[in-house]
């Protein structure tokens, strides 16, 4: 006797009924399981109608914004649950880490318009007269995390990004013209003095004091940070400076040195250290909030631009050392010439997107403008961008924000979350058509340098010393109430409890050097005995 299959085999009409059975329950099954789909595909067809439901990151229509896929309501949790995994696996993944300085920070877009004609020093498009330059400003604290406070005493970052048919150009300055040092091979040390301990991850006013007190170039920076500048009312009420001093060169060749001035056309307000305290407890994000809701206002902060230029001879004997980050040129030897003014007028839409991804870095420089033999310039020349491929990726010059708006023909290309289409051909020279460098565009650029490879300090040029400048600001720029305020923010500082008897009588000794009275007043304050 065949079975039912050997007889279906054998027997077409067999076969033609039990397959016409099966046929009609499968048909009949799919009918309703595509008339269930039907009725979802309808439901989630609604988007594309005007009604706009949440989806995942690929655009699939989310089943729930709060309810996980499990067996039955009391039932484990299912892994095909796509929906759940991408968005835990997203949250996992929200964060860049945070920049190992300026960590904490807030910026807005705006535009920079040129007034004035400065074509007899630089070529640069974007300083032509009635030039007008989209620009991003960020600012920040330097060594607090990002959940710090924006009142703490710090100075404050001042990066601007501007947009430019060249490309773009980024000045990474800061409220101060000065820094703390002038190699870059201290500032690991600086930077990891100024923030948390190995063991305890505590800030520590000892180990602060002592590397400035060890470290006798930082008397300029540390008495400005020691003013009541060092806790500015808000962002808006700073100056900026490129701090820096950088190259410039016009169409004929002609060089010059440059430093960039952004006065605040708001004033400058400062809190003292009893105001800048309560502000911290009060409200820790108050200068980020202060910017964005002015703006929101539509009322627009804005900075004039001046900078200072040297003729390019002048170097070799001025009295300072140009190229040192410590160090200013005084206005009575190079006045400040009024170029321009810039406008911030549009908050970011996306914070994270727009301001924690935004990657400044000196090394951003067009035709017109070039580096000058500053040593610290020379070594963030590398370290900024170098950064940023940590931080962000290898192709963070691809996000939205860090995309210079002139074309963008670059042989780099592929890496990872590449966006960019790149097209043939991938490699220079070639002989079928690819871009190809605009060398003299930088001609303008070159100067002869001669020396031995050693490693050592700048050569002293006739009044460079340690303590002069600072001298200066505390006898002929500073008011008696800032004296006053300067030596209690001194005293208050060096009075935490880690700081121990013997570096007191050290940071008397560092302001002595400066000032013989600003000595006398911190030592009284620290209860020091001469």
């Known amino acids: 006797m065949p079975t039912p299959r050997q007889g279906a085999r054998h027997d077409p009409s067999g076969l033609r009924t039990g397959v016409t059975a099966r046929g009609a329950a499968i048909r009949r099954r799919s009918d309703e399981v595509a008339y269930s789909l039907s009725r979802k595909v309808r439901a989630v067809s609604v988007p594309y109608s005007g009604v706009s439901y949440s989806t995942d990151d690929a655009g699939h229509p989310a089943p729930s914004d709060g309810l996980s896929q499990s067996v039955g309501p009391n039932g484990p949790l299912l892994l095909q649950d796509h929906f759940l995994i991408q968005k835990m696996a997203h949250f996992n993944r929200e964060r860049v880490p945070e920049r190992v300085v300026h960590a904490k920070g807030?910026?807005?877009?705006?535009?920079?318009?040129?007034?004035?004609?400065?074509?007899?020093?630089?070529?640069?498009?974007?300083?032509?007269?009635?030039?007008k330059t989209p620009l991003l400003l960020r600012f920040s604290t330097v060594a607090g995390e990002l959940g710090s406070a924006d009142s703490a005493r710090d100075p404050r970052g001042f990066a601007l990004k501007f947009y430019t048919e060249h490309g773009n150009y980024d000045i990474v300055g800061n409220n101060t013209p000065i820094f703390f040092i002038r190699d870059p091979s201290k500032f690991s040390d600086f930077i990891h003095s100024q923030k948390r301990r190995a063991d305890n991850q505590l800030r520590d006013n000892n180990m602060q004091w002592d590397f400035w007190t060890?470290?006798?170039?930082?008397?300029?920076?540390?008495?400005?940070?020691?003013?009541?500048?060092?806790?500015?009312?808000?962002?808006?009420?700073?100056?900026?400076?490129?701090?820096?001093?950088?190259?410039?060169?016009?169409?004929?060749?002609?060089?010059?040195?440059?430093?960039?001035?952004?006065?605040?056309?708001?004033?400058?307000?400062?809190?003292?250290?009893?105001?800048?305290?309560?502000?911290?407890?009060?409200?820790?994000?108050?200068?980020?909030?202060?910017?964005?809701?002015?703006?929101?206002?539509?009322e627009f902060p804005s900075w004039t631009v001046k900078v200072q230029v040297m003729p390019f001879e002048d170097a070799a004997d001025y009295r300072f050392n140009p190229f040192d980050l410590t160090k200013v040129w005084p206005h009575g030897d190079y006045p400040e010439i009024t170029i321009g003014k810039f406008t911030l007028n549009r908050n970011p839409s996306n914070y994270f997107a727009e301001i924690e991804q935004a990657a400044f870095e000196p090394s951003n420089l067009v035709p017109g403008i070039g580096a000058s033999p500053d040593k610290m310039l020379q070594g963030r020349l590398f370290s900024y961008p170098d950064t940023h491929r940590y931080r962000i990726g290898p192709n963070y010059l691809q996000l939205p924000v860090n995309q210079p708006k002139s074309p963008v023909r670059s042989y780099n290309f592929d890496g990872p979350m590449t966006y960019a289409n790149q097209v043939d051909p991938v490699y220079a020279p070639n002989t079928v058509g690819g871009p190809v460098a605009a060398e003299t565009l930088y001609?303008?650029?070159?100067?002869?340098?001669?020396?031995?490879?050693?490693?050592?300090?700048?050569?002293?040029?006739?009044?460079?010393?340690?303590?002069?400048?600072?001298?200066?600001?505390?006898?002929?720029?500073?008011?008696?109430?800032?004296?006053?305020?300067?030596?209690?923010?001194?005293?208050?500082?060096?009075?935490?409890?880690?700081?121990?008897?013997?570096?007191?009588?050290?940071?008397?000794?560092?302001?002595?050097?400066?000032?013989?009275?600003?000595?006398?007043?911190?030592?009284?304050?620290?209860?020091?005995?001469?």
């Open 214 to 298: 060890q470290n006798p170039e930082s008397a300029h920076q540390v008495s400005f940070l020691m003013t009541d500048r060092g806790t500015p009312k808000n962002w808006r009420h700073v100056n900026g400076y490129g701090s820096h001093t950088f190259l410039w060169y016009n169409a004929s060749g002609e060089k010059f040195w440059v430093k960039y001035h952004f006065k605040t056309d708001q004033g400058i307000e400062n809190l003292t250290a009893g105001a800048a305290k309560a502000l911290e407890a009060e409200d820790p994000d108050a200068h980020r909030r202060d910017l964005w809701q002015a703006i929101e206002r539509g």
């Open 106 to 131: 807030g910026g807005a877009f705006g535009e920079l318009e040129i007034t004035e004609d400065v074509s007899q020093f630089t070529s640069a498009d974007l300083f032509q007269k009635g030039k």
């Open 443 to 530: 001609d303008g650029e070159q100067y002869e340098v001669t020396g031995e490879i050693i490693r050592s300090a700048y050569k002293l040029h006739k009044e460079d010393d340690d303590f002069g400048q600072a001298r200066t600001l505390w006898e002929k720029v500073l008011s008696e109430s800032d004296r006053a305020n300067m030596v209690s923010n001194i005293v208050g500082h060096a009075s935490a409890s880690e700081v121990t008897d013997d570096m007191k009588k050290r940071v008397v000794e560092y302001w002595t050097n400066i000032h013989p009275d600003l000595g006398t007043g911190v030592a009284k304050g620290l209860g020091v005995q001469g």
